[in-house]
């Protein structure tokens, strides 16, 4: 089977590569203006790029709304593996298989196609997308890519660092082999001081660092570690949860883990392994540090982002409709939406299906809406017994535009919290895996 071949075997979406793609003529001609017509109405071109948490919520829902579209979803990783619970793997309460899964499973179980292909490029005018193994028409295009790592601040530039800090320290909220690497660091820890960080922001994840934290605490606890771990936090309080994370820390974790708000790091020696703030020099034997959070590379090349007020990188969308500035069928939707909602799965998730129901409103000819997407965030502090914290959240816009909060539910009360409470956090990650892959 030649590439061709395989690509018209693995996508039901209209393919061009160099030896089908239709002339300059053609193209102009009547006829080729009705056949793109006609398909947009009969079987309309759904374009995902990404299969994370929105983008398989997405095709599986877009699909089952509107079961004549043609679907497709591309993903340049071979299988999922799940950030949520990566936590509770790192420090080995359950094992890469329950985070793990198929995309042939998801699209198989859910009639769209998986393509298998990274994404390069875009041709709007004409509503091509480019990838690395050719090149697909489009009518309806979403860009569910999650997020990127932006280490300017502490590199300033200088490549040869932000690579050292990738490869030796990562970060390991971009599932991979950087969650392998940490999850090595916490196993072969000696002891000292275990250093991890928080971005300001609305990185991903606004809790995970703080439940990392405590899980590792928990892990040298377990294995009499003489380790202490070190939180440089960015922000000048605890993001989230903090009455649950802030007790964690005081009462369970009072010589295991050392809490530093407001903390901006000047510079990192990475051969003396020392972190200098304005006030300190920190060492450490070991270290995760995890930088701001931005939009793909793909978005900015593509001329698709807008910068922040402090010179980050967010896609350029309309917060209402999810479209792209100047575009009517190209969407963002889950983490890299630039939105003040929660960066986490399950708001990704719900994001996805909302956007799903907004695309088949539009395929309707129906006016699309805009919906809450919805947060739940599960914490596990610690297995001995196994204490968890939790938060609901959807949110809204005000008259300015402005989000807000509504609904709001934490409970942060792990002392009289029994077994049962973390074990929901497990089957949260259970049915939300069979949602995106059953
Ligand atoms: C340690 C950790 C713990 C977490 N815990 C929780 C939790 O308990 N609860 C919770 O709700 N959330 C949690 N999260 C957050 C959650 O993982 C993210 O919010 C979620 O993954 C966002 O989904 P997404 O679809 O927007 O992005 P992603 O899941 O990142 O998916 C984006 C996909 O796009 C693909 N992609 C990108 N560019 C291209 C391209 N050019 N071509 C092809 N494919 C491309 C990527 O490979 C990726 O698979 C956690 C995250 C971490 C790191």
Not at 29 to 52: A, C, D, M, Y
């Amino acid at each position: 089977m030649n590439r061709r071949d395989l690509l018209k075997y693995a996508s039901s979406a209209l393919l061009l590569s160099s030896d089908i793609a239709y002339s300059n003529e053609e193209k102009k001609s009547n006829k080729f203006q009705k056949s793109l017509k006609k398909k947009k109405t009969e079987h309309p071109r759904i374009l995902v790029v990404g299969g994370g948490w929105s983008g398989l919520a997405l095709a599986k829902n877009v699909k089952q709304r509107v079961p004549q579209a043609e679907v497709t979803m591309i993903e340049r990783r071979e299988h999922f593996v799940s950030c949520p619970i990566s936590n509770e793997w790192l420090v080995d309460l359950v094992d890469l298989e329950f985070l793990t899964h198929s995309y042939l499973d998801a699209a198989k179980h859910n009639n769209y196609t998986y393509l298998h292909a990274e994404v390069t490029g875009l041709d709007k005018k004409h509503n091509i997308l480019k990838t690395s193994v050719g090149e697909l028409e489009y009518d309806y295009l979403v860009f569910a890519v999650g997020i990127e790592y932006d280490y300017l601040d502490w590199t300033d530039g200088d490549k040869v660092l932000e690579q050292r800090l990738k490869t030796q320290y990562p970060a390991a909220f971009i599932p991979g082999s950087e969650h392998i690497t940490l999850k090595e660091k916490i196993r072969n820890f000696k002891g000292g001081n275990f250093v991890l960080t928080v971005p300001n922001g609305n990185y991903r994840c606004l809790a995970a660092p703080y439940e990392r934290a405590c899980l590792i605490a928990d892990y040298f606890n377990k294995h009499e570690i003489n380790g202490k771990v070190i939180i440089l936090d960015t922000n000048s309080d605890i993001k989230i949860k903090a009455k649950g994370f802030q007790s964690a820390f005081d009462v369970l974790y009072k010589d295991r883990i050392q809490y530093q708000a407001s903390v901006e790091i000047e510079s990192i020696d990475l051969d003396k392994k020392v972190i200098h703030t304005g006030f300190d020099d920190i060492p450490f034997a070991d270290a995760s540090f995890y930088p701001n959070v931005k939009a793909p590379y793909l978005l900015e090349k593509l001329n698709m982002t807008r910068e922040t007020a402090h010179n980050r990188v967010e896609a350029d969308i309309n917060q209402y409709s999810y479209k792209f500035k100047g575009s009517d069928n190209i969407y963002a939707c889950g983490d890299v939406r630039p939105m003040g909602f929660s960066k986490s799965g399950n708001t990704a998730h719900s994001e996805g299906l909302n956007l799903a129901k907004m695309i088949a409103d539009e395929i309707a000819g129906k006016t699309a809406s805009w919906h809450s997407p919805v947060t739940t965030c599960f914490s596990i502090l610690t297995t001995q017994p196994e204490k968890c914290i939790s938060l609901y959240t959807e949110y809204g816009y005000d008259e300015n535009g402005g989000m807000v909060f509504k609904n709001n539910i934490t409970d942060e009360s792990w002392k009289t919290n029994d077994l049962g409470k973390a074990r929901v956090a497990y089957a949260w990650a259970e049915s939300m895996y069979s949602n995106m892959f059953d």
